[in-house]
DNA sequence: CGGCGGGCGGAATGTTTATTCCAATCTACG
DNA sequence: CGTAGATTGGAATAAACATTCCGCCCGCCG
């Protein structure tokens, strides 16, 4: 063979890698097959294992690893561990690059549109995690939660009044009492003083913590009044102060934190209250 | 030191490693909590990170993620992370097994988990056409009109107010002159009135169109302020209205539209704009 | 039967890694 | 305002790492 077969093909996707796995196995030598079939049945030991670790348990050497890689055109043995990392990692590792690449296109295009793209895909990135992240068990007793207040009183501030202000709009539409805490005229914990232990508190806050918020929460809590928190983390001050609280996780930009999740969870109890206590919709209500 | 202030509890489950750095964070000091918020909000860099790369990210040194993880009582950050690659490999397991209860769970729960699903995926939908959809001389055009505006009158009622109100908040942060008309006390109309030919209207309303969101870009156009409509169609009384207008399709389950892609575009304008303004935005203002 | 070449094990290599240590800096309390 | 202790950054270090290299072995074809 007097040029290289494969100039260069590094597959970087999990199923592509299989694939090619599949088809190359029969050319193999002996122990070259060994490391597939033991690659294939202990998928994380490749993504977390080092090469003595994995050489070890499938009974090779250290070296055979990297001839392994190397016959299945990556580089090494490292480049070919990103296969198996990025299979478990939570897409988050393709929105770092694309970040980067973006920061090249950026200066061509006038840099409008890469920001647009940096925004959908951090987005994209927090609806899949939400999908995977959210415990059905969890959303349920939030619903239920909802469904037997009086009145739902939502609190949310600054980047989370969007989500709250949204809220008091579905709600509204679908018949259920709910009332906006707003803080107009700085009178948020006097509106929120309503709130009794016949009703629900919904409060929104993510890093960093809306004083008012977490306030607010907390003193209905004391209070005895059940509160429901949506935040990002079990750090959260708002995670301490209230019944029941859900995590959504969301990827951020640049410098600003997608809310296309944390939007999907608030659309998501608003209707399924609703479904809850009975009441239907108005059919054509958001048109 | 003659004796071990904690004998051995080197925690290995990552639900206890959340309960236990809540515990500890308040009594952490200022660079390990930097490190606990980094390794909550980037549970997969923990897990397939090196030390470097880690500390990088979370802007600590190296030798500091080696004190975080002693300060939560294991031996070093090999060890701790073990804990963040457990809950890994668990996933995997986990989701198969997940997605089966899932199908099983969903009729019993009411289907709180599908309206998610839903919801989510008339997001992504929404994400993937704006990508396609959206021209970037208009784009860029808009922002151009934007970073010329002395003061940014931002308008949208009902289902849009979270958009203006996100950008209220946005904008504010990137340094940039904006008003929101929210329509207190019924005043909109005069709120909007401030708006001279110097300044710019940005006005978001898709079908049904508020008629108060309409009426103000109206007035606005008559009097020669520059009007820049975000809408959801040509035949949107606001794109008759306007100087420029761009066009964002949103995609709906059930009786709700998502607002992903129309908050990509809002976050992308308010971020284009402040580049373009030569305005450095504060550096960790969304965080 | 003998030589040739791919395949392999294992040592050698240079790089990256986690970790420790110490001096500089900050903080809190007197 | 000063000092003791805690906290931190950064260099130093040793272990682990992936990778390369070399020589041996084994099987195939002449």
């Not at 973006?102 to 927090?126: I, K």
């Not at 929120?192 to 907390?218: N, R, W």
Request: proline content about 5%.
């Amino acid at each position: 063979m007097p040029a290289e077969p494969q100039p260069a093909s590094p597959i970087k996707d999990f199923d592509g890698f299989v694939a090619l796995l599949r088809q190359r196995r029969p050319t193999l030598p002996k122990r070259l097959k060994q490391v597939a079939d033991h690659a294939l049945a202990h998928l994380d030991d490749m993504a977390f294992g080092s090469t003595a670790q994995i050489a070890e348990r499938a009974g090779v050497q250290a070296s055979t690893l990297v001839r392994f890689a190397q016959a299945l055109d990556y580089s090494g043995f490292s480049e070919m561990q990103e296969v198996f990392r990025s299979r478990l990692r939570r897409q988050v590792v393709d929105h770092r690059e694309r970040l980067a690449a973006l920061r090249g296109t950026q200066a061509a295009t006038g840099g409008a549109v890469a920001l647009l793209e940096g925004f959908v895909h951090a987005s994209e990135t927090s609806l899949t995690q939400v999908k995977a992240a959210i415990r059905p068990a969890d959303l349920d007793a939030a619903v239920t939660l909802l469904a037997g207040a009086r009145t739902i009183v939502l609190v949310g501030a600054r980047r989370m009044f969007p989500i709250v202000s949204y809220l008091a709009y579905a709600f509204g539409k679908l018949g259920i009492r709910a009332v906006l805490v707003d803080n107009v005229a700085g009178l948020g914990p006097e509106q929120a003083a309503i709130a009794g232990p016949g009703d629900v508190v919904l409060a929104v806050s993510y890093a960093p913590y809306a004083a008012m918020t977490v306030e607010i929460a907390a003193a209905a809590h004391r209070r005895g009044v059940p509160v429901l928190a949506l935040t990002d983390s079990a750090l959260s001050p708002l995670a301490e102060n209230c019944r029941l609280w859900l995590e959504v996780a969301e990827a951020d930009y640049g410098a600003f934190r997608s809310v296309a999740a944390t939007f999907a969870v608030a659309m998501t109890l608003a209707v399924a209250t609703a479904e809850k206590s009975g009441l239907s919709a108005d059919p054509d209500l958001d048109r």
